[in-house]
């Protein structure tokens, strides 16, 4: 290697270091929110909470339209 390759590889090097350290301030910073705003401490306990929530929501859609249905018959047919 050469004196310039060593230097763009020194480069290189420095610039995947910086990156490197923002990435990891930017997973600390979400990882702070996730846990401030939704109670999880970790990646796995989120996806838990995901899943619940949107069988909460499914079943709460579904409950919006049973009441609408019922809702439809009574006032309708009346």
Excluded at 2 to 9: A, E, I, R, S
Excluded at 38 to 51: F, H, L, N, R, Y
Excluded at 67 to 75: C, F, Q, R
């Amino acid at each position: 290697m050469n004196t310039q390759q060593l230097l763009d590889l020194k480069k290189e090097i420095e610039e995947a270091r910086q990156t490197a350290t923002e990435l990891t301030g930017r997973k600390k910073q979400l990882m702070e929110t996730l846990e401030k705003d939704w109670g999880c401490a970790t990646i796995p306990q989120a996806e838990k909470k995901a899943e619940k929530m949107s069988t909460d929501i499914n079943q709460l859609n579904q409950q919006i339209k049973d009441s609408t249905i019922e809702l439809e018959e009574k006032y309708l047919e009346g």
